[in-house]
């Protein structure tokens, strides 16, 4: 049997698979007459809840929980915060066992659970953390805990690496097979096209996310010096100067990274914590409430911004789907107010535009404040110029106010494989854009008018939106990104706070002191979200896409990444998650 009669074949019982989990759930249900999922959490005050996130964490998820896949759909930010709040006043749990295994989060992200640990701390219950292999991300998050215990085995170890981005420069690559990338930006700092044409970030470029990288770490050494009773300077000196990358067990307790040396058997004997006793997050139910009265619409808009449909599940942002929000806030007479949960880099400078004045239209009717999570830059910060008030997590990157624009030409490639063009054409700027041919030098003028255009408009945006001077823009635009006490200094946002005091501002705005929050896109089956996406392109594109030259796959990956021809709002590389 070939290999893709086999990849179709298991695709397909994937997906009768799915059908089948949902009928059987469905049916089991119904029977007992249950709606939801429920947890299994015994009578009595002796239960835990088990917090153990791994895989990237996004921010929100828009689909609902299928019992199939149960802990990757309740795996979000939004989701564990609240479950951890509502076990706050729930007489059944104890307190919460951290066990993160591989959890890929945002600095934002972890301050956000963090801030409900300390809540549930704060309450009387105490929270204790358990691991063997922990990674940066997960001993973040077990920073929070009373008590941080780890499996002495040489085996085991901390990874503290620190703050690092990498992007992939195809110059060389490019010359190397007779490609040109004409690069076409306005902006001095916008680095997004120098990976296509150049072997390494400019000086600018480079010093200008040096800067912001640089606050970043300085951000989780404070974080963690915090929550360890550490100095910074401790913590410094453990990313470093210490002499192997996993740490340990004793040197972790010398460093007082840990409280404990201990097996998991042996830390959970000891503080009673049995099987019988525990839930995962996953499985624990917060029911939903569904409060009469003002409400605070809280709205998760994450990924890049490009034109589609109204599509969920998927990490983008498109007009489409953000005007079927807003539509359905503006008829919702109970929201008084919305809070934008921003995480994006940025992408289609036109499709930002028309969110941007959706959101104003939004704002005539509800005040609206824009609350940062790890990244709100370029078209990211374009549509949060919309909100009366921006609040930034201070892990938060911003900025990036420019423009760019790439076009691929081949003709040097095609020469070399025999493959000649010719246009019969009747128009100044009739099949102006061919990549088979060479661009005119008209041709390309042009383009640069309208880059500085598009600029001048993003600019304008930005002082209208901002109250900054004409005379002081250029030295805070250019493409320059900013962490979030740079921003706030420069005025680019009102104040460095949680979402949770940007949902205050916003009531404070409404004028109302009892409200309850409603969370946006509001969550669809999985069958539905299927529906409306390409699943099998998206299928093939991961299945098969490894036949593909490696050099040129991650060329193509980049490239479509940045939409070639189309005027473009975005940050100038990806951060890694911690």
């Not at 292999?133 to 920073?143: E, P, R």
């Not at 040489?154 to 981005?165: C, E, F, H, R």
């Not at 128009?427 to 041709?443: D, H, Q, R, T, V």
């Not at 005091?501 to 069958?527: C, G, H, M, R, W």
Request: charged share 20%; hydrophobic share 45%.
């Amino acid at each position: 049997m070939s290999t893709k009669k086999t990849v179709l074949i298991a695709v397909l019982v994937f997906i009768v698979l799915i059908f089948f989990s949902l009928f059987v759930s469905r049916g089991v249900n119904k029977m007992l007459g249950i709606k939801g999922s429920s947890a299994t959490v015994l009578a009595g005050k002796d239960n835990w809840l088990v917090i153990n996130p791994s895989g990237t964490v996004p921010e929100y998820n828009e689909i609902q929980a299928m019992p199939m896949f149960q802990k990757l759909s309740a795996n979000s930010v939004e989701s564990i915060s609240a479950k951890i709040r509502y076990a706050i006043t729930d007489v059944r749990i104890k307190g919460i066992l951290l066990e993160p295994s591989g959890g890929g989060f945002s600095l934002p992200a972890i301050h956000e659970i963090g801030l409900a640990l300390n809540e549930f701390k704060a309450a009387g219950k105490p929270v204790y953390a358990a691991g063997d292999m922990i990674s940066q991300a997960d001993y973040l998050l077990a920073s929070y805990a009373d008590e941080i215990a780890m499996d002495p085995s040489a085996s085991g170890g901390i990874m503290l690496t620190g703050v690092a981005a990498n992007s992939l420069f195809f110059k060389g690559f490019m010359d190397k097979y007779g490609i040109k990338m004409h690069v076409i930006q306005a902006g001095e700092f916008k680095g997004a096209g120098e990976p296509f044409s150049q072997t390494g970030f400019s000086e600018g470029t480079r010093q200008n996310i040096s800067k912001v990288f640089s606050g970043l770490f300085e951000e989780m050494l404070s974080l963690l010096a915090a929550n360890r009773g550490l100095t910074v300077e401790d913590m410094r000196a453990v990313y470093n100067d210490r002499r192997d990358l996993f740490i340990l067990a004793d040197e972790a307790l010398e460093l007082k990274l840990i409280d404990t040396a201990s097996t998991r058997a042996d830390y959970l004997a000891k503080h009673k914590i049995t099987k019988n006793h525990t839930v995962s997050i996953a499985k624990y139910k917060n029911p939903v409430k569904l409060a009469k009265g003002d409400k605070i619409a809280v709205v998760y808009l994450s990924g890049d911004i490009t034109p589609g449909t109204a599509s969920y599940g998927r990490s983008q942002i498109s007009y489409n789907k953000v005007r079927k929000i807003t539509q359905e806030i503006s008829k919702n007479k109970h929201v008084k107010a919305v809070v934008l949960r921003v995480d994006s880099p940025g992408g289609s400078a036109l499709e930002s535009d028309h969110i941007y004045r959706d959101l104003l239209k939004l704002k005539e009717d509800k005040p609206l404040v824009v609350s940062m999570s790890g990244v709100a830059a370029s078209g990211g910060y374009y549509i949060s110029c919309a909100a009366d008030k921006i609040v930034a997590d201070s892990g938060t990157i911003a900025g990036s106010i420019g423009v760019i624009m790439m076009l691929p030409e081949y003709t040097q490639a095609s020469r070399r494989l025999g493959i000649t063009s010719e246009t019969i054409k009747f128009g100044k700027f009739a099949s102006a854009i061919n990549p088979f041919e060479p661009y005119s030098p008209e041709l390309l003028a042009s383009i640069k008018r309208s880059a500085a255009a598009t600029y001048d408009e993003f600019k304008g945006i930005v002082m209208d939106a901002r109250g900054i001077a004409p005379e002081k823009i250029n030295s805070i635009a250019e493409g320059r990104v900013y962490s979030a006490e740079d921003a706030l200094a420069l005025g680019l946002i009102d104040e460095i706070a949680s979402l949770d005091k940007a949902v205050a501002l916003a009531a404070e705005l409404a004028d109302i002191s009892s409200y309850s929050t409603i969370n946006y896109p509001q969550k669809i089956s999985f069958f539905d979200a299927l529906s409306e996406s390409d699943f099998f392109g998206m299928m093939s594109l991961k299945l098969f896409g490894s036949k593909l030259n490696k050099y040129l796959d991650e060329y193509e990956s980049a490239l479509e990444m940045m939409e070639p021809g189309i005027w473009q709002y975005r940050m100038p590389l990806q951060v890694d998650k911690l």
